[in-house]
T-cell receptor, first 112, second 112 residues
């Protein structure tokens, strides 16, 4: 299966702390994306990083990509209760199949 | 605001009774996707349209069909729902295949 793996499966931290989630994938990619999903809702796009990029920032989010290790990390700084959600990485392979393959997700809980 | 709309948000059907889920978008995106997501799992792609071109995933059951009568609308038909088809069904759009996807809020299907 092409599906990515995320680590950890679940993470609980105190509000104000930083949260780091990791994603590993199996094939060469064009881009890697991170999405957030609140319980019972659709997914919301957070950030897209291309295969020729190593790091990207958006507000309190920092994403890194290491194509040699086929891995990515998402760092959320100064976490807030509203960050409680599931986070998924998704990859577009460079086989040109026009679709994303989602990872297994990390369930993040921020404790107020 | 441009968006992806799914109706209904909750759908209850009986075992074997056909059901149709709908998705509409005001983003004017060429690509539309249908995903199935079961509890605590990653979204699983069922099929996608690139404009009118239909692309079925190899492991999507024949029980699932889709229609895209125009750019704005896409439908998911489940011909004979089984208990295993109970899930969240997510519709998404993309301006460019493989790039950022915009998700609707999902339809939760319950099969009795």
């Amino acid at each position: 299966s092409q599906q990515g793996e995320e680590d950890p499966q679940a993470l609980s931290i105190q509000e104000g702390e930083n949260a780091t989630m990791n994603c590993s994938y199996k094939t060469s990619i064009n881009n890697l994306q991170w999405y957030r999903q609140n319980s019972g809702r659709g997914l919301v796009h957070l950030i897209l990083i291309r295969s020729n990029e190593r790091e990207k920032h958006s507000g309190r989010l920092r994403v890194t990509l290491d194509t040699s290790k086929k891995s990515s990390s998402l760092l959320i700084t100064a976490s807030r209760a509203a960050d409680t959600a599931s986070y998924f990485c998704a990859t577009e392979s460079n086989f040109g199949n026009e679709k994303l393959t989602f990872g297994t997700g990390t369930r993040l809980t921020i404790i107020p | 605001d441009a968006m992806v709309i799914q109706n209904p948000r909750y759908q209850v059907t009986q075992f074997g009774k056909p059901v149709t889920l709908s998705c509409s978008q005001t983003l004017n995106h060429n690509v539309m996707y249908w995903y199935q997501q079961k509890s605590s799992q990653a979204p699983k792609l069922l099929f996608h349209y690139y404009d009118k071109d239909f692309n079925n995933e190899a492991d999507t059951p024949d029980n699932f069909q889709s229609r895209r009568p125009n750019t704005s609308f896409c439908f998911l038909d489940i011909r004979s729902p089984g208990l295993g088809d109970a899930a969240m069904y997510l519709c998404a759009t993309s301006a460019v295949a493989g790039e950022t996807q915009y998700f609707g809020p999902g339809t939760r299907l319950l099969v009795l």
